[in-house]
């Protein structure tokens, strides 16, 4: 299993531009997030969705759009790029119900984005 | 105020020394409480959960209190391996709302 993949790695955007940051997992989870962190803000919740085209906002959802068109696939569009956008962006994936190890979120190993 | 707050250290320790960390939350109806590690510059790892009669994963003790709101995590013995940042976490209700302190940098030296 690969787990959580996320691409691009790295990204630079000007301001304005828009892109897709991809998100998939191979572990047939229902539950799919996307957090921004940011230095002394600790993680925050973007979007979420609990299944295939169910999607909901989460605590900072402006200036992000998302789908879930299948149960892997979970992007995060940026609509238009804007400073305040810079952060490090993770996608997490988790079953519905409560595992061995309490409710565990696996997280993609992030996307670092910089806009100009 | 925040609603998982952390004291963000560093704690500097050395190999083999005993190191407890503290959180606490703002959300009495909050369900679910967890310890993350996240490396330097990678995603974050489910460390534990914690659960109301306390429990231990080899030299890892976590306790929660919630009366008081409170969650420890005390590390014992520690190793250059366990330099790293812990974040305290909190599931609120509904959906797996997980709710991030700002994390607790721990450096653990020779």
């Known amino acids: 299993n690969a787990g959580v993949t996320q691409t691009p790695k790295f990204q630079v955007l000007k301001t304005g531009q828009s892109m897709t940051l991809q998100c998939a997992q191979d572990m047939n989870h229902e539950y799919m997030s996307w957090y921004r962190q940011d230095p002394g803000m600790g993680l925050r919740l973007i979007h979420y969705s609990v299944g295939a085209g169910i999607t909901d906002q989460g605590e900072v959802p402006n200036g992000y759009n998302v789908s879930r068109s299948t149960t892997e696939d979970f992007p995060l569009r940026l609509l238009s790029a804007a400073p305040s956008q810079t952060s490090v962006y993770f996608c997490?994936?988790?079953?519905?119900?409560?595992?061995?190890?309490?409710?565990?979120?696996?997280f993609g190993p992030g996307t670092r984005l910089t806009v100009l | 105020r925040k609603e998982v707050e952390q004291d963000p250290g560093p704690f500097n320790v050395p190999e083999g020394a005993t190191v407890a960390f503290n959180c606490t939350y703002s959300?009495?109806?909050?369900?679910?409480f967890f310890w993350y590690r996240q490396d330097c510059r990678k995603e974050p790892k489910l460390l534990m959960s914690?659960?109301?009669s306390g429990n231990e994963d080899g030299r890892f003790t976590a306790q929660l209190n919630r009366a008081s709101q409170y969650i420890s995590l005390l590390i014992r013995d520690s190793k250059l391996s366990d330099s790293a940042t812990y974040l305290c976490?909190?599931?609120?209700?509904?959906?797996?709302?997980?709710?991030f302190g700002t994390g607790t940098r721990l450096l653990v030296s020779p």
């Open positions: 914690v659960y109301s």
């Open positions: 997490a994936s988790s079953y519905p119900t409560l595992g061995g190890r309490g409710y565990e979120q696996f």
């Open positions: 976490v909190v599931m609120d209700t509904g959906f797996q709302k997980l709710v």
């Open positions: 959300n009495s109806a909050s369900q679910s």
